[in-house]
């Protein structure tokens, strides 16, 4: 199975914007779907964004549509998540996992704070 690892969070005011990242190593990147999901305190874990294997298909959230960009570099084993506008409703830990999830998959998570 694949092994995943996001980086790139952080705390940011409002209006800001982050670039979350996802390396994956072990079978092949590109013959996954990914997505992008979320956990806020409280809340149930949820899918934000998802790109089909090769890349030309996306589909976001409705919370995060026209804000959030999720990319791949299946020659690089990366995804990226762009996150612009941000709020403090998207304050979560950000996971990357194939889309549907495989458990073994979770990584650590990177955390991303937006203060108001």
């Known amino acids: 199975q694949v092994q995943l690892g996001e980086s790139g969070g952080g705390l940011v005011q409002a209006g800001g914007s982050l670039r979350l990242s996802c390396a994956a190593s072990?079978?092949?990147?590109?013959?996954?779907?990914m997505g992008w999901f979320r956990q806020a305190p409280g809340k149930e874990r949820e899918l934000v964004a998802s790109?089909?294997?090769?890349?030309?298909?996306?589909s976001y959230a409705n919370s995060v549509k026209g804000r959030f960009t999720i990319s791949r570099n299946n020659a690089k084993n990366t995804m990226y998540l762009q996150m612009n506008s941000l709020k403090p409703e998207d304050t979560a830990v950000y996971y990357c996992?194939?889309?549907?999830?495989?458990?073994?998959?979770w990584g650590q998570g990177t955390q991303v704070t937006v203060s108001s």
């Open positions: 996992n194939t889309n549907p999830p495989t458990p073994g998959s």
């Open positions: 790109i089909s294997r090769s890349g030309v298909s996306t």
């Open positions: 072990g079978r092949t990147f590109s013959s996954y779907a």
